[in-house]
């Protein structure tokens, strides 16, 4: 039987993106990488990619796929290159001066969704990069009004324009956490946080993806005092949550048992450590009771 002819050209393309991207991802990634590429330069699904492969590519198309293929030799993530990266089903557009959003951020969304779907809870989240937790939540959540803080400008403008793409109304404001106060009269229902929590000695074990390109601002905290935003977080939340309004964030698998001591410190209860789908303490969920 006479094989589809445009898979050759699909085959053709992930020989090419294996070969020169050996020595960063594995065969099977850069055939991936392959698929994504194409899927972005033909623009169509993958399922058309496979049921209908192009017998073969335009000039324009070849010198789309060469330029994608070269910035990813470079270690530069395939989400900033296409510019766009899915979270929870919706599609966000980043830049390098936002994190990419990872899978155990979705799951803290999961957590916040199940636990609020249905309520008409006011939710804030504080260093919202891309937004994708406020706008997933604000997605999720139709009865809920939801507020985010970024220090960066940039990262706002990102955020925006993701609410505005996905539909979704949120408020952005411009606020550091360290150093800025909220209006006195601001209550939230909910605080969450998914804020920079890789220690600088932690770099030398990080990819080049995320240490070469996405943003230090972030991502990283001094070894001395790795709990600097949890501390600056839980202030706030203790001046700005309703009775029995609650925490959560995501933390680094170090630092469960002192982000869950931090808490109950201050006076939280019900302080809860949650594992992402790897097994590693990712999660930290606290009430607080007036
Ligand atoms: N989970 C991210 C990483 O491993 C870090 C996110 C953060 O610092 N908030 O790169």
């Known amino acids: 039987m006479v094989k589809n002819r445009g898979t050759?050209?699909?085959r053709s393309i992930e020989d090419m993106f294996s070969k020169r991207l050996s020595s960063l991802y594995t065969e099977k990634e850069a055939r991936e990488l392959a698929r994504i590429c194409l899927q972005e330069v033909l623009s169509c699904s993958f399922s058309q990619l496979l049921m209908q492969s192009p017998l073969s590519l335009s000039d324009e198309q070849k010198s789309r796929i060469d330029n994608l293929?070269?910035?990813l030799t470079e270690g530069e993530p395939w989400q900033y290159v296409l510019g766009k990266a899915d979270f929870c089903g919706l599609q966000f557009a980043v830049s390098p001066s936002v994190l990419i959003p990872r899978p155990e951020t979705a799951e803290l969304v999961e957590w916040i969704a199940s636990d609020c779907v249905g309520k008409k809870v006011s939710v804030l989240d504080v260093g919202t990069g891309s937004g994708c937790i406020a706008v997933t939540l604000a997605h999720l959540l139709?009865?809920?009004r939801v507020s985010a803080v970024d220090v960066s400008d940039e990262a706002l403008v990102?955020?925006?324009r993701n609410a505005a793409d996905n539909k979704c109304a949120v408020s952005f404001s411009v606020f550091d956490v360290l150093k800025d106060s909220l209006p006195?009269?601001?209550?939230?229902d909910v605080i969450v946080s998914n804020p920079p929590y890789v220690c600088n000695s932690e770099r030398s074990d990080m990819h080049i993806n995320v240490l070469g390109f996405e943003p230090s601002l972030a991502l990283f905290v001094p070894d001395e005092d790795p709990l600097l935003f949890y501390r600056s977080i839980a202030h706030l939340a203790l001046l700005?949550?309703?009775d029995g309004g609650r925490?959560?964030?995501e933390i680094n698998e170090r630092f469960g048992?002192?982000?869950q001591n931090l808490l109950l410190d201050l006076g939280f209860c019900e302080v809860q450590v949650r594992k992402d789908l790897e097994g590693k303490d990712r999660m930290v969920a606290a009430r607080f009771n007036a």
């Open 158 to 160: 990102m955020a925006e």
């Open 8 to 10: 050759f050209v699909m």
């Open 184 to 188: 006195i009269d601001a209550v939230f």
């Open 247 to 249: 925490v959560f964030f």
């Open 69 to 71: 293929l070269s910035r």
């Open 257 to 259: 048992c002192q982000v």
């Open 142 to 144: 139709p009865l809920a």
């Open 240 to 242: 700005h949550l309703a």
